[in-house]
């Protein structure tokens, strides 16, 4: 399941056409979902923070700008107006933007960097491929000293080496919730539990892949949470669990458009589904609700990374830094339905907008647990297709 779109407030044309085009089968959303999103950090680092395979004795030029690589879509089209021009405006530091998924291929990306030749110098990436290419030494890690609105930034989203260098720094998050179909249904839907409820057979959808978070939403619903986790013989009988859903899930589906075609041609009447782009096809005036399960929402969220091979590591940290500012992250946040990655004190957003983006904050979600999905990678892989697609 990708995640290349975007979402937009009602005045921006281009995000409703690009939900009329996704509509109809081409990938809708905003992150990668080979992973799910966000980090937890703690995770094992090399060291303390580096200075990069590069010189960094110059800065980026016309003919060499800063490379930054984000998803594609009208939400590079967003980014690029709401971040990059303002950036590039302020600071004087030319900056050449693309949308694409080179952070989901971390072990690719090694050689290149190793190289001195991976081409991009900042990348956003998701939490599982940002703890791969930690593992793996490709990322420049620094101090967090350098960012002048590292205090503002939520605590679980500058994730750091044991050493306490940053290795990220978040970007912008988003939710998977229960959308409805609100045509078919006379309330919508407020509960994960109706996955295991005989009443909606057959009339459900969920994403084919392992790490979307419905391992995570049944530990914690059913079992001790990540406690429920630990051990292969574990993860089993939480997978057991999930089984039980397969009689109400009618689409098991690889693209989140899939999904959003399902619900508009009323051939299922709940989903799990991203929360940015339901609230786009909302205001499109779309038969569908998405609502804030009662147990939690499923938060991810991306993260820039710098290329352990740029020649820039100063101008990658002050982009960074300019994206963490919270008139930055707000008019990002207005203009993607994503989640803001600072304190809620930090932003001047209304109460409205906050609670519509970010629903009941992020002390209420249930975040995956990332090092499960890497740590017993192959394993997850195999019984997920025994047990839940077969």
Known sequence: MSRDGASNIAKNTSRRNFIKIASVGATAGLAGCSTSGSGDGGESGDGGATTGTGSGSSGPSESSPLSVEFFGGVFKDVLDEHLVAPFEEETGIPVESSGGTSASEP????????????????????????????RLGIWHNYDAGQ???????????????????????????????????TDLLDEPLDSWSV????????????????????????????????????????????????QEIKSQVSLWYDGEAEAQQALLDENIEASWLFHDVTLVMEDNGEPVESVFPQEGAV??????VILDSTDYPDAAIDFIDFSLRPEVQQNIS???????????????????????????????????????YLDREEFLSQKWREMILS
Request: charged share 25%.
């Open 195 to 242: 996955f295991w409820d005989e009443e909606y057979e057959g009339s459900l959808a969920l994403s084919n892949s392992e790490r979307a978070g419905i391992l995570d939403v049944t530990a914690e619903m059913f079992f001790d949470g990540r406690d429920s986790l630990q051990s292969e013989e574990e993860i089993t009988e939480v997978l057991e669990k999930v």
């Open 334 to 372: 207005e203009n993607l339905f994503t989640a803001p990655v600072i304190e809620e004190s930090a932003l001047e957003m209304s109460d409205d907008t906050y609670s519509r983006v970010y629903g009941p904050g992020p002390d209420e979600a249930i975040r995956p647990f990332y090092e499960m």
């Open 147 to 181: 960012l002048d609105n590292s205090d503002v930034v939520l605590d679980d989203l500058l994730p750091k080496t044991d050493d306490g260098a940053v290795v990220g720094a978040g970007a912008f998050g988003w939710f998977a919730t229960l959308v409805s179909q």
């Open 299 to 304: 938060q991810n969220d991306g993260a820039w």
């Open 107 to 134: 072990v690719q990306l090694q050689s290149a960097v190793q190289a001195g030749e991976a081409p991009i110098d900042l990348v956003v990436a998701t939490p599982v491929n940002r703890i791969r290419g930690q």
